[in-house]
């Protein structure tokens, strides 16, 4: 049964109701996390988070993959408007059977998220890149009416980061200070020995994909414009294996 705020939430929906986008919130007996999270900005907000997969959760997602990657395609954002295109983007993706352990992964992202009534995941989906493998900097937000559904947020998650480069770049993030805490364990460091000053300027940030954490961030704005500064890409794989999770979920902005 639904509860009443999901009642609102699947009615505020209304036509664009379909099975790609669910909610998770069925019974589910879900392991507690184990994540550390760590505030790369505060507008947007983008949060990094250390072991926001287990080691056993991500071998089940690669196992439960691999006899259903496809090739990946773009889309503007119209159902209709679907296309492989290799200048944009070269990697396979695989839709993923709901099991219990889908089903913790994308309780996990709504509880992180604060149980948002509003807020609908997409079905989640893995995507694997190899030698050559990227995806050209893009939003993740579509461009249309601001109080329309959008994707609101997402989780990049890396399920597998075997793989040199590969990293996902944001270039209109500022770069935080990355001789302080555990910085350059998640980001690509510079070797800036004593330039501290020029720190207050530099722009860009790459998270290198290590296996199991995630990278979260809003797409929109409290007034329903897209965050122009989340513009981002996956660098290409020089070689090796990546496999990421992508975790969208939709809704308005904040309310
Ligand atoms: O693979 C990456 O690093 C980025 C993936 C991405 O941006 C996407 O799938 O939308
Ligand atoms: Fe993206």
Not at 25 to 42: A, G, I, K, L, Q
Not at 48 to 56: G, V
Not at 57 to 69: G, R, T, V, Y
Request: charged content about 25%.
């Amino acid at each position: 049964m639904l509860s009443g705020s999901r009642n609102d939430a699947l009615k505020f929906r209304g036509t664009q109701y379909n099975a790609s986008l669910i909610a998770s919130d069925e019974p589910v007996s879900c392991p507690t996390h184990n994540y550390n999270t760590f505030v790369v900005s505060r507008q947007p907000l983008i949060i990094y988070i250390e072991n926001f997969l287990s080691p056993e959760e991500s071998k089940h997602l690669l196992d439960i993959s691999d006899d259903k990657f496809e090739p990946s395609t773009v889309t503007s954002g119209n159902p209709d408007d679907v296309s492989i295109r290799e200048n944009i983007r070269v990697s396979e993706s695989a839709l993923l059977e709901r099991d219990d352990i889908v089903r913790c992964i994308e309780h996990r992202a709504r509880a992180f998220q604060g149980w948002n009534p509003y807020l609908n995941i997409e079905r989640l989906r893995t995507q694997r890149y190899t030698a050559g493998g990227y995806y050209k900097h893009h939003y993740d937000w579509n461009e249309g009416p601001q109080r329309s559904e959008n994707r609101i947020t997402t989780f990049n998650v890396y399920v597998q980061g075997d793989c040199e480069g590969g990293g996902t770049e944001f270039p209109r993030i500022k770069t935080p200070d990355t001789k302080k805490g555990r910085w350059c364990e998640f980001l690509e460091c510079e070797d800036n020995s004593g330039e501290g000053e020029e720190l207050e300027e530099r722009m860009g940030v790459t998270f290198k994909a290590i296996g199991g954490n995630a990278i979260f961030w809003e797409n929109l704005s409290p007034d329903g414009t897209g965050y122009e500064e989340t513009w981002h890409s996956g660098m290409p794989v020089k070689s090796g294996t990546k496999v990421g999770l992508n975790i969208w979920s939709w809704g308005i902005a904040r309310r």
